[in-house]
Nanobody, 124 residues
Framework: VQLQACGGGLVQAGGSLSLSCAAS????????VAWFRQAPGEERDFVAV????????SHANSVKGRFTISRDHAKNMVYLQMNALKPEDTAVYFC??????????????????WGQGTLVTVSS
């Protein structure tokens, strides 16, 4: 499966952005899908994950209540709605897919397929 993330951009603190992750090559519905982010000079961090069916989700504590992951099987898409953005949310955001059974994994090493990343910049 090939993944492509888009929707990043420049936004003021307190604003909102919606990221999209599009899949091609195989049905997206067979994968658990996660968002990770990597700030300059930092390690890649888990943001959120959604199960194949969409019935289960998990969000990092740092974004809980502000970000929401969702998916649309008909469109082969996964989304990350980001509200109340903070300057510390500035990072390159990646979507990743895991074909294995659902564990809600927050480890980047459990994800086999990655998109190219989209830059989110939050100004103060």
């Amino acid at each position: 499966v090939q993944l492509q993330a888009c929707g990043g951009g420049l936004v003021q603190a307190g604003g909102s952005l919606s990221l999209s992750c599009a899949a091609s090559g195989r049905p997206f519905s067979i994968y658990n899908v996660a968002w990770f982010r990597q700030a300059p000079g930092e390690e890649r961090d888990f943001v959120a994950v959604i199960s194949r069916t969409g019935a289960s989700t998990s969000h990092a504590n740092s974004v809980k209540g502000r970000f929401t992951i969702s998916r649309d099987h008909a469109k082969n898409m996964v989304y990350l709605q980001m509200n109340a953005l903070k300057p510390e949310d500035t990072a390159v955001y990646f979507c990743a897919a895991d074909p294995k059974a659902w564990t809600g994994s927050t480890s980047e090493y459990d994800y086999d397929y990655w998109g190219q990343g989209t830059l989110v910049t939050v100004s103060s």
